[in-house]
């Protein structure tokens, strides 16, 4: 057993490599290029639609739920206990410049999640419940020129998808939950097992409706709440804020390792900060990895490049905003490099809940415990519904959905009680798997993207131009 386990975490790591990390930031470089940057030019125009009373309603096209419903669903899956633990993760074993690497590849990972998004809408299909069914592996069975090589890529996506589901989505996420819980205020694992799995169950077994709502309510609650938190550590902190900055961006371009200042003991490169930097970054928001994409196609839209634009802002409001208030609230307190009692650097969560404690005491590690406990939550409905569509693509009906929601909710249980690296790190190389096809449909489908994107571009035109004429009457 211990020899298996040994295999699967070498696959693990390999399969998560610079390769793949190469491929994952390289098609996102290579789509913004192509489609003339313009997910950065309309940046603004997708937060403000985000943003809009209109994206709360169902009132401009056809959909199973609202725009931003579908941009939270999204989110759920994607805000999770990476924004907290990675980053700290990240900034221990590739320094504090590990953060500027983490926005680099979070500004290219914008047009990935856009374009992975628009393209599941466009070939996205009615089941025979009537509900919306999409993602990646329809847009390879549907778009593909040959359609043996897309159907082939279709299988290998929502295969990977379902594996990853019930790990990486699932049993991760219900362990982060219970271990915070019993270290923060002595919560016996089993207990908070029982909670989740029923609380999961209650709203899963609903279906998308169920799931969205609770989302809608959930995220933007649980994403202000801890940018809050962290807002009042960073500006209880302020004098510190500069240095912090500065070993921040020292420490991303610097070719000799730098110590000491800011990072107490860590030794880092640039080499190390863009490594653990772009693979945190990734690993948080998962654009390129196609799982957002499920999502966003049942949403309600008249046009498939504008949902694109509102999912795309998943991308920013998970890594731009949230994973730099915890990188922010680490570097600026001082707690990066220091040791426990053992001698060993801290790192993960203990490492965000010393940054928060610092400043706010005891209740700084409430404040972080309560944020993991919510964040995980709500990854665990979100990729729910990833694995349910999976699932559903692999047999052809949703008749067996119900079988795997039920399923899906029991196992949080067996997450929250066990630790199994073996399942989690087989879960893991699914989730990297899973972005091998998706990455490979993207690039073929490149052309189509930015043509889409451009007609697109005329229609945002005349409309801006319509609001202004409204507005001066």
Known sequence: MD????????????????VMLVLLVGTGIFLTIRTDFLPWRNLPYAIKSTLSKEARTQSR????????????????????????????????????????????SAAFGLTSKFSECMLA?????????????????????????NKTFGA???????????????????????????SAMYETFNVPTWITGIIITILALIIIVGGIQTISKVSSIVVPFMAIFYVIAGLIVIILNYQNVPAGLAMIFKCAFSLQAVEGGVAGTIVASMMQAMRFGVARGVFSNEAGMGSAAITAAAATTDHHVRQGYINM???????????????????????????????????GSALTIA??????????SWLVTIGIALFAFSTILGWEYHGEKAWEYLFKTHKYNMIYRIVFSLIVYVGATQTLDLVWNFSDIANALMAIPNLICM???????????????????????????????
Not at 152 to 178: C, E, P
Not at 357 to 362: A, H, M, N, T, Y
Not at 461 to 472: D, G, M, Q, S, T
């Open 61 to 104: 096209g056809e959909g199973d739920v609202s725009p931003f419903s579908a941009l939270t669903t999204a989110l759920a899956a994607t805000i999770g206990t990476g924004n907290i633990v990675g980053v700290a993760t990240a900034m221990v074993s590739g320094g504090p410049g590990a953060l500027v690497w983490m926005w680099i």
């Open 3 to 18: 020899r298996l386990n040994e295999i699967v975490a070498a696959v693990d790591d390999f399969v998560w490599g610079p």
């Open 313 to 347: 802002t998943g991308t920013f409001w998970d890594t731009i905003v949230v994973c730099t208030i915890t990188g922010l609230a680490i570097a600026s307190t001082g707690v990066l490099g220091m040791t426990d009692e053992t001698g060993a650097i801290v790192k």
């Open 152 to 178: 082939v890529l279709g299988w290998l996506f929502a295969f990977f998808a379902v594996v990853a589901s019930f790990g990486i989505g699932n049993m991760t996420q219900g362990n982060s939950i219970s």
């Open 121 to 145: 809408i466009k070939y996205r299909e009615k089941n025979e419940k009537g509900e919306m069914s999409g993602g990646p592996m329809y847009t390879m069975k549907k778009a593909l020129p």
């Open 443 to 473: 690039l073929l489908l490149s052309g189509e993207i930015a043509k889409d994107m451009k007609d697109f571009q005329v229609i945002l035109k005349k409309e801006k131009k319509e609001a202004k004429a409204n507005n001066y009457d």
């Open 355 to 364: 940054a928060f404690k610092s400043v706010l005491g005891p209740l700084g």
